[in-house]
């Protein structure tokens, strides 16, 4: 790197941002394109002009690489309003949930690395750690916000809370048993923010 | 068959339930013991002593067959308690699939068959049919006498309170983000009850 920085400043920054940049793109959308199934780093390296060095200089493992370019190219999609009601923010949030699973290709990518993860400790610490936590995190500061403005009460276990808004969602995409319709995001809210409002 | 009945009694009856459960406990112990990866109705034929063509007759397929089997093993596990008190009821049922997920075999199965079905639709019919309805089955039975007895509320979507009561264990045993505790059961019963009930 030294050799390409004459002048003193700090080398390639720009230029691994962008090279990052298509990384992240032809990850995600050979994802969202083939699935996980076929998803190799070769591929991926080979579509983004770097070599497979590079990727795995910069992610630790295929499961990484997938979330990362999963998460780049559907972050448009998913709504994380902060408007300060908190009722509306969370339907918000768990509508464009149930519509990113319903009528997007991030429900196969989702399911087929849930799917891995099963057998693959390392995809399952990397889905929770770069898919669902990150999004949990923002969930949680709404409840917690609730909590200290009064309208929740203080016992309620944040994590069950969240559990019980989400998981819904992620139970209907993986078993099928009942449709991913926009009113289960209204319903699961209004349900369980009536059960611990504080009185 | 014919040949074996004389005195035109009805053959072969005892004889068959017999060979039926005997394939359900080799199927149930061979899917506890090596998981799904290793489960196969060749195995199952020799473990009972039958042969292949006798479970093709009586199973559409290896993941009908599969799941079968783990119902006949774990069956005793499950609680289905009917004493009438509508939360103490949920929590029971609610507590044994919590431990079942969290202290036996059952949960590896489970999501095997799950990752499996993420890619094969006749699994994920077996998984919802022999598995996941005939228990939604029953919860939604006590969620409706509720609102028969005017303790919950009639407008209530019962297949999303429904989801919201078991849809945390399974996305906690899926994603594995939160433990399986058994206060869980208490908590999400609570917290959905309290905001369904007739005012």
Redesign the interface.
């Known amino acids: 790197m030294a050799a390409e920085s004459p002048a003193g400043r700090r080398p390639g920054r720009p230029r691994s941002l962008a090279r990052e940049q298509a990384i992240l793109t032809s990850a995600g959308r050979l994802l969202l394109a083939e699935g996980m199934a076929a998803f190799t780093i070769e591929r991926v390296a080979a579509d983004a002009g770097v070599s497979r060095v590079t990727i795995y200089k910069w992610w630790p493992s295929k499961g990484a690489l997938a979330l990362d370019g999963f998460l780049h190219v559907v972050q448009d999609e998913i709504a994380y309003p902060d408007t300060g009601d908190l009722r509306a923010d969370l339907i918000a949030q768990v509508t464009s949930l149930v519509r990113l699973f319903r009528d997007t290709a991030a429900a196969r990518v989702l ?2 690395l ?6 693959d400790p390392a995809v ?1 610490r990397e ?2 750690g770069r898919w ?2 990150p999004r ?1 995190s923002l969930a949680a500061a709404i409840v917690q916000r609730g909590q200290q403005q009064g309208i929740i009460r203080h016992d ?2 944040v ?3 969240i ?2 808004i ?3 969602v ?3 995409l ?5 449709p991913l319709v926009d ?2 995001a209204t ?2 809210v ?7 409002r504080a009185l």
Chains 1, 2 share one sequence.
């Open positions: 399911t087929g849930l799917a891995e993860a099963q057998r399952a889905f929770r669902l936590q949990r309620v276990d994590a069950a809370v559990d019980q989400y998981g819904p992620y139970y209907r993986f078993a099928g048993h009942e009113e289960l319903t699961v209004d349900n369980v923010l009536a059960g611990i």
